[in-house]
């Protein structure tokens, strides 16, 4: 099993940051890759940005330039840099994280509002 626990959620200005973060523990060994999703109001939860064991990373379009996926292997912790919020940002923002095996694990979510 591996728990998530994301931090770094809260209200923000338009054009304003934010940086999460998703610390990771329990059987950490096999995981594959670790991922932010995000969830709006009324809508399907969506990939944001993905991170391999190699290093590789995939963002969706939405989020190109303006967020950063990073990652601290020696804190099992992977991080989302967010810059330049719009509004349509606002969702809970879910840390994933992919083991061997396909097994999946998710965060509880954490809030994020982008509002004047």
């Known amino acids: 099993q591996v728990q998530l626990v994301e931090s770094g959620g809260g209200l923000v200005q338009p054009g304003g940051s934010l940086k999460l973060s998703c610390a990771a523990s329990g059987s950490i060994f096999g995981i594959t890759a670790r991922g932010w999703y995000r969830q709006a109001p009324g809508k399907e939860r969506e990939l944001v940005a993905l991170i391999t064991t190699s290093g590789s990373t995939n963002y969706a379009d939405s989020v190109k330039g303006r967020f950063t996926i990073s990652r601290v292997n020696a804190k099992n912790t992977v991080y989302l840099e967010m810059n330049g919020l719009k509004p349509e940002d606002t969702a809970v923002y879910y840390c994933?994280?992919?083991?061997?095996?396909?097994?999946?694990?998710w965060g509880q979510g954490t809030l994020v509002t982008v509002s004047s």
């Open positions: 994933k994280a992919v083991a061997i095996g396909a097994r999946t694990y």
